[in-house]
């Protein structure tokens, strides 16, 4: 199972930044499929996910309002649009992907098991 994450790059403080993320090699489906983020020396935080069985998105609070998850499941393929990004949202984003899992833990990471490389989104102020 390999999951591609493309889009990251440099923008300034209220720019907006479009990532994308390919999976291949899923003989399952997923569950759900989410986005995560990274600064070095802290740990990997929730940003986004879609449950694809209902529909459901979910986002982190510093998420609400600015971005934006989508998806397609018969294709793997997963979206994370930003906008009005700031400074605090420089990371490396990754994108996961979950075969089992339930509205109470589409937030964790321990919920993923398949995760892609990551892209580094950095905001200048």
């Known amino acids: 199972v390999q999951l591609q994450a493309f889009g990251g790059g440099l923008v300034q403080a209220g720019g907006s930044l479009s990532l994308s993320c390919a999976a291949s090699?899923?003989?399952?489906?997923?569950?759900?499929m989410g986005w995560f983020r990274q600064d070095p020396g802290k740990e990997r935080e929730f940003v986004a996910a879609?449950?694809?069985?209902?529909?459901?998105?979910y986002y982190a609070d510093s998420a609400k309002g600015r971005f934006t998850i989508s998806g397609d499941n018969a294709k793997n393929v997963l979206y994370l649009q930003m906008n009005s990004l700031k400074p605090e949202d420089t990371a490396v984003y990754y994108c996961?992907?979950?075969?089992?899992?339930?509205?109470?833990?589409?937030?964790?990471?321990?919920?993923?098991?398949?995760w892609g490389q990551g892209t580094q989104v950095t905001v200048s102020s």
């Open positions: 879609i449950r694809w069985s209902g529909g459901g998105t």
């Open positions: 090699g899923l003989t399952l489906g997923t569950y759900a």
């Open positions: 996961a992907a979950a075969v089992t899992g339930s509205i109470a833990t589409v937030r964790r990471t321990s919920t993923y098991i398949y």
